[in-house]
C-alpha cells in the first residue's frame, strides 16, 4: 500500500522521506518498501507525506498497522483481542544519582547508536554553563557522531525567553555559535522552541527508537539526576511527544534569522 500511494503522490525521492520520518536515507527505503515496520510517528508522518486524506486508504494503513502490533483482530467480527499495554511490562532501567555516571552513560549509548538519536535540550542554561567533564564531553560527541557516521540526530532547543520573545544574552552568543559549528552538517538538525517557563524540562534521548534516557534538573543547575529505560513501547510513547515538539519548533537558522539582532 505505501508503495502505490508513493506512486499516487508522483514517486518522491527517498531522500525526501528523511527528515520527516526522523531516520536515515536506507531505513527509509525499508520502511517504503515494506520490509521494515514504520513506528506509529512515522506512518502518521507517511500520511502526511504522501497527501493522503483521511479515507478508506488512510483508515486501512492504520488498521493494519494496529493488527501487526496487536492491538486491532484481524476479522472485525471476532472478539477484540486483549491490548498487550493493559499488561505490565518488566523493561532494564538503571537509575543515575550522579551527574557524571549519567553523561558517560549517556555518550556511550550514543556511540553504540546504529540508526538515529533524538535528543531535547530544554534547560534556562546554555551547555556552555555546565563544569562538568562528562557533560562536557557527551555535548561534544553528540554533532561530532552525527558528523562521523552520517546517521541522523534531531535536536529540539527550548531557548529561555523573556516577556519580549527574545532569549537571554548567553543563550543567543550559544545558539550563534552551535550554528556556526553545525551548520554544515547534513546529519544533524536541530529545532528551536522559545522556552517562556522559568523552568528547565524533563530532558530526553531516544536512541535507535528503543532506549531512553531521562533528566531531571533541581535547584542547583550542576546537579541532575536521570535514568535509562530500555523499552520500545516506552521509546514509541516519548517518540510521539519529541515530534509535537520537533514539529512546533524551526531550524535553527531561520530562528537566528527572525529573532532581533544583538
Same mark, same amino acid.
Given at each position: ?76 467480527? %471476532?472478539?477484540?483481542? @486483549?491490548?498487550?499495554?493493559? /499488561?505490565? +511490562?518488566? &523493561?532494564?532501567? =538503571? #537509575? ?7 553523561? %558517560?552513560?549517556?555518550? @556511550?549509548?550514543?556511540?553504540? /547508536?546504529? +540508526?538515529? &538519536?533524538?535528543? =531535547? #535540550? ?11 567533564? @562528562? ?7 553528540? &554533532? ?119
Amino acid at each position: 500500500m505505501l508503495q502505490e500511494l508513493r506512486l499516487r503522490a508522483g514517486n518522491p525521492p527517498i531522500k525526501s522521506f528523511v527528515t520527516p520520518l526522523g531516520t536515515n536515507r536506507n531505513a527509509a527505503a525499508q520502511i517504503l518498501k515494506g520490509k521494515r515496520l514504520p513506528t506509529h510517528p512515522q506512518l502518521a508522518a507517511l500520511l502526511v507525506k504522501l497527501d493522503v486524506p483521511r479515507s478508506e486508504h488512510s483508515d486501512r494503513l492504520i488498521g493494519l498497522w494496529e493488527q501487526i502490533h496487536g492491538l486491532a483482530p484481524a476479522n472485525p467480527s %471476532s472478539a477484540p483481542l @486483549a491490548r498487550p499495554d493493559c /499488561a505490565d +511490562e518488566t &523493561v532494564p532501567t =538503571t #537509575y543515575f544519582d550522579s551527574t557524571s555516571d549519567f553523561y %558517560s552513560s549517556l555518550e @556511550a549509548g550514543v556511540v553504540r /547508536a546504529r +540508526e538515529l &538519536v533524538r535528543v =531535547t #535540550y530544554i534547560r534556562q542554561s546554555p551547555p556552555t554553563r555546565y563544569a562538568n567533564q @562528562a557533560a562536557t564531553s557527551y555535548f561534544q560527541r553528540l &554533532v561530532a557522531w552525527a558528523a562521523e557516521t552520517q546517521l541522523p540526530v534531531n535536536r529540539v532547543i527550548g531557548a529561555p525567553v523573556g516577556a519580549d520573545g527574545q532569549p537571554e544574552d548567553e543563550f543567543f552568543d550559544w545558539l550563534e555559535e552551535h550554528q556556526r559549528h553545525t551548520r554544515d552538517f547534513t546529519t544533524y538538525e536541530s529545532r528551536v522552541v522559545p522556552w517562556s517557563v522559568g523552568a528547565d524540562a524533563i530532558n530526553m534521548a531516544l536512541i535507535d527508537d528503543k532506549i531512553a534516557f531521562l533528566t531531571f534538573s533541581g535547584m542547583n543547575a550542576q546537579i541532575l539526576h536521570g535514568v535509562r529505560i530500555e523499552s520500545r513501547r516506552f521509546v514509541e510513547r516519548l517518540t510521539e511527544y519529541f515530534m509535537q515538539l520537533w514539529y512546533s519548533g524551526v531550524p535553527l537558522n531561520t530562528y537566528l534569522k527572525k529573532i532581533s539582532p544583538r
